[in-house]
C-alpha cells in the first residue's frame, strides 16, 4: 500500500487539500496492489489527508469488497499480509488493524545509512 499526492486543475475544488510534506495542492491516491503490481483497490483523497487515515478508508473499501463476494471466490481471500512503507508506521494504527481485519501489517523502512532512491525488499 502507498500514497502519492498529484496536482488538480485549478477550476476543481472538490475534495481537493494542501500536502505539506511535498508541498502539493489537489488529490491524493491511496493504491493496494498484490505482489505481482496488479491494481487491488484505489481510494481518492484530498491531499491533506494523512496516509494512516486513508489506508483507513482502503481497508474499509476491501474489506466491504471481501464481504460483498464471501458466496464466490475471491483472491482477497488469501490476503495475509500487507507491506507499506513509513509514513503508516505507528504501534497503535499497526495493533488497529490487525485487531480490526486481521492482516498482518509490516512497515518496510529503508536504514539511516542508505542515502537517496533505494530498492527496498516486498515494496
Known amino acids: ?18 500536502d505539506s510534506g511535498k508541498k ?11 505482489t505481482l503490481g496488479l491494481l487491488i483497490i484505489v481510494v481518492i483523497t484530498a491531499a491533506n489527508v494523512s496516509e494512516q487515515a486513508g489506508a483507513k478508508q482502503v481497508l474499509f473499501k476491501l474489506n466491504q469488497v471481501r464481504v460483498g463476494v464471501a458466496r464466490r471466490r475471491h483472491r482477497m481471500g488469501r ?41 527496498l525488499p516486498k515494496r
Request: without cysteine.
Open 1 to 18: 500500500m502507498d500514497s502519492q499526492s498529484v496536482e488538480t486543475a485549478t477550476m476543481v475544488s472538490k475534495e481537493v487539500g494542501y
Open 79 to 119: 490476503l495475509i499480509r500487507i507491506w507499506v512503507d513509513g509514513g503508516y508506521r505507528g504501534i497503535s494504527f499497526t495493533h488497529w488493524v490487525m485487531d480490526v481485519y486481521r492482516w498482518l501489517w509490516s512497515v518496510v523502512t529503508r536504514s539511516e545509512e542508505q542515502k537517496g532512491f533505494v530498492v
Open 24 to 34: 502539493i495542492k489537489g488529490r491524493k491516491r491511496h493504491i493496494l496492489i498484490d
